[in-house]
């Protein structure tokens, strides 16, 4: 069956990082993918990756005579158009926003950096690291005693920017239908981080807020974070509720009076150090065998390996395999249109199919292969 967006066509200009994770979200609804890879002589630079799954690839040189003609015909029948680059690239290129737009005026432009399009630092190199140091998020992540924490790439590439992006693009591809007018989404890591961290923001203004370290979810709280056991494996509780909190006490046996004060932050680091020395004296499988199902919030922690084998998710396939290589299924989970993990795609593996979809004969193709546009 068909995704929801089953119809919608998609031009991704093949970039690194949250652009090609975006894209790959609408290829699993169901959109019509055409990655552009871009040639190294002798060579097609491709990262046949399961990120690149649910597309179809046309390799050619953007810098060559003739090749954004090719490119232009292509946005010329699309939906969207997603690109991942430092702001003036596309534009360079002759691909930028105004002609793409007066090519196609119902075009989706998106547009994916680290800093968003405009501002002081618009032009300036950073990582995900960077992109969510200004936001104030890293600086909340962590151990007190200790430089901040970076959290992987998933606060800000995918979170911040993936996420974004694909609901930016969304949003505005709806707006297209309506209005029959294209429009530039520019999605800056930045910019979604800095969303993500609404919550805290709100807790920081009404006081909420202390130090790094010293908050509920932080792990400042003794009934919500990560414990070592016997074995030096790990669990997390979130008892947070006081029927949960309870009921960890409960199935613990704590009867120490101390931990009837859950909201005495004086007291946190006590009872931190002496659930500490309880999570220790069992092996994670048997905390597990005590507390999993129950309403302690309760769940080991796993590494990537033992995910894959977690019941639950073989319970609703949320993992799969292809390509020799597993990883995770496509979500959400929509009852009437499914979403599908398509393909994984190799760089240029389409080249020669687009390019006559496009009306080019045999003899134009081979012009092109002779001046260098195509592999």
């Not at 007066?102 to 800093?115: D, I």
């Not at 909420?208 to 494996?233: H, Q, S």
């Not at 799969?320 to 009852?335: C, E, F, I, N, Y």
Request: aromatic letters at 8%.
């Amino acid at each position: 069956m068909a995704g929801p967006l089953a119809g919608v066509k998609v031009i991704e200009m093949n970039a690194i990082g949250p652009a090609p994770f975006a894209t790959m979200l609408l290829a699993d609804m169901g959109a019509q993918v055409i990655r552009v890879d871009r040639l190294v002589p002798g060579f097609l630079n491709g990262d046949g990756s399961v990120i690149s799954r649910g597309r179809r690839s046309i390799a050619i040189d953007p810098r060559k005579e003739g090749a954004v003609e090719i490119l232009l015909r292509l946005i010329e029948g699309a939906d969207v158009l997603i690109e991942g680059f430092r702001p003036g690239v596309m534009e360079r290129l002759g691909l930028g926003p105004e002609p793409c737009l007066q090519r196609n005026p119902r075009l989706v432009y998106g547009r994916m950096t680290g800093w968003g399009q405009t501002g002081p630092l618009a032009l300036s190199a950073g990582h995900d690291l960077n992109y969510i140091a200004i936001t104030g998020a890293l600086h909340a992540m962590g151990h007190a005693d200790r430089e901040p924490t970076p959290p992987l790439h998933l606060a800000g590439d995918m979170g911040g920017g993936a996420m974004f992006l694909a609901f930016g693009v969304v949003s505005a591809l709806l707006d297209a239908q309506k209005s029959g007018k294209g429009q530039v989404v520019d999605a800056a890591i930045s910019d979604g981080a800095a969303l993500l961290s609404t919550m805290y923001y709100e807790f920081k203004q009404s006081g909420e807020w202390r130090g790094r370290g010293e908050n509920i979810f932080d792990g400042g709280a003794p009934f919500y974070g990560c414990y070592a056991c016997a074995d030096g494996r790990f669990v997390s509780i979130g008892s947070i509720e006081p029927q949960f909190y309870q009921l960890l006490m409960q199935l613990c046996n704590i009867d120490d009076p101390a931990f009837q004060k859950q909201w005495d932050r004086q007291q946190w680091p006590a009872l931190r150090s002496k659930l500490e020395g309880m999570f220790r004296s069992r092996t994670r499988d048997q905390w597990c065998e005590l507390l999993d199902g129950t309403d302690v919030c309760f769940a080991p922690v796993l590494d990537f390996n033992e995910a894959l084998e977690h019941p639950h998710h073989k319970a609703r396939g949320t993992f799969m395999q292809s390509a020799g290589v597993t990883h995770p299924a496509p979500a959400p989970r929509l009852s009437r249109t499914p979403a599908t993990a398509g393909k994984v795609v190799d760089n240029g593996e389409h080249t020669l199919e687009i390019l006559h979809e496009l009306g080019l004969d045999d003899i134009r193709v081979g012009e092109l292969r002779a001046s260098g546009v195509i592999a």
